[in-house]
């Protein structure tokens, strides 16, 4: 869990490494996304939410052209000239440890986006700490980039908005890490209100903020973290997004936003069965992105339930990204009371979400962690999240 001193951790690993005091720390948050899985990628629908655990960085500029960086959750330090970046992404990025590759490629991103030539800004020091558990499909990865974005862009004082800092954050998963995920993340990191989840059009990359009013109408909701952990960079979700822009071709369409659940019997037609349950799942997600953002202003948070359980439902068989554990988190977790639930993230591992009557969290809590030792699963880690406030300069 996020302390409050996440901030301090950053500040004390930065007098540390570099002997000096910062000038000041940032931090961006992870977040959870409430529906619309997969659907970025696709130009489609999401509504993410930014959540009380963050990623801090303590930050000083140095005489010099060069960007160093270090963390709490990795031992190596790294130094790069920042006239170099542009060599290293992405064609050398194996060169750079994996989790330097997150605030280096951001730097590079930044520089590119805002046309300034590495020579015009100061050199950096950076320290991470973060309060984001990794692996645990809350964009950790997010937090670190919009951390980085937001820092960086002040003191190299770049005229980008919020939008550019989310894009650049976005290209650097992409070219410097090598994941080939949307915009999701890194835009609801960047852009998070109190109670509140953002509604984007990844396609116009429109924002809406959604009141979620979860406080009023006492319910919370509980992040189950499979401890089951994932990457990106490989496998599957490169798989799956394959999968969605042959699916797009076959229909002769730019994305699979420009279907509609009325061409779907079309789809299965033209394509086979895999293929046509990958592209099933994108086009009934966005419908329930959207059905879910109208139920929230006419209804309020407790009718939703029944599109949560309906989009694990297409995730576990249609796009086949959930694993036992998440399947055993969202049933359970139906079975002691949720109003709904779901695996939130990227799948193939991660979080579960369920949303449920405050007074029966605890109750939850015990269930799952019971049908975890009974499956002789892992034992789960579970907490509530809070909807919070995006990437920040630290007071
Ligand atoms: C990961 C990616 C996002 C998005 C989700 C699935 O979190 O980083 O861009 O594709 O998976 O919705």
């Not at 005229?159 to 993340?185: F, K, S, Y």
């Not at 429109?206 to 990457?231: C, K, N, Q």
């Not at 297409?314 to 359970?332: C, G, H, K, Q, Y």
């Amino acid at each position: 869990m996020t302390t409050p001193d996440t901030a301090g951790s950053a500040r004390d690993l930065f007098r540390r490494s570099y002997g000096a005091e910062p000038v000041g720390t940032w931090s961006a948050p992870g977040r959870a996304n409430l529906i619309g899985e997969h659907t970025d990628y696709n130009d489609g629908f999401v509504l993410p939410f930014a959540i009380q655990h963050r990623t801090h960085v303590a930050l000083a500029p140095r005489g010099d052209g060069i960007i160093r960086v270090v963390s709490t959750f990795d031992d190596s330090a790294v130094e790069v000239p920042l006239s170099d970046l542009d060599a290293l992404f992405p064609t050398r990025r194996d060169e750079v440890v994996e989790w330097a590759r997150y605030p280096l490629g951001v730097a590079w991103a930044l520089l590119a986006a805002s046309g300034t030539p590495a020579d015009e800004v100061a050199g950096v020091d950076l320290a991470f700490a973060s309060g984001v558990p990794v692996g645990a499909g809350l964009s950790s990865s997010a937090a670190i980039e919009g951390a980085t974005a937001v820092a960086l862009a002040e003191n190299w004082g770049l005229e980008l908005d919020r939008v550019a800092l989310a894009q650049a954050g976005r290209r650097a998963e992409n070219e410097a890490v090598g994941a080939p995920t949307g915009i999701m993340d890194q835009m609801a990191s960047m852009l998070g209100r109190a109670d509140a989840a953002i509604f984007l059009d990844c396609r116009s990359l429109d924002t809406r903020v959604v009141d979620l009013g979860f406080e009023a109408a006492g319910l919370d909701l509980v992040v189950i973290d499979t401890r089951v952990s994932h990457s990106h960079s490989t496998g599957g979700y490169g798989d799956r997004r394959a999968a969605c822009e042959r699916g797009a071709a076959i229909m002769g369409v730019p994305a699979l936003r420009d279907l509609s659940v009325a061409d779907l019997a079309r789809a299965a037609e033209l394509m086979d069965d895999v293929t046509f349950r990958r592209v099933r799942h994108v086009v009934t997600e966005d419908q329930r992105v959207l059905a879910t953002v109208r139920l929230l202003s006419e209804e309020g948070p407790a009718a939703i339930g029944d599109l949560l359980v309906a989009s694990h439902a297409s995730m576990r068989d249609d796009f086949e990204i959930s694993v036992p554990e998440l399947d055993t988190a969202v049933d359970t977790a139906l079975a002691a009371g949720a109003i709904g639930a779901r695996m939130t993230g990227g799948g193939f591992g991660g979080a579960a979400i369920a949303l449920i009557a405050r007074d029966r969290v605890e109750r939850l809590t015990d269930a799952v962690t019971a049908a975890f030792a009974a499956s002789g699963f892992a034992r789960p880690s579970i907490f509530t999240v809070t909807p919070s406030a995006g990437a920040a300069r630290d007071a």
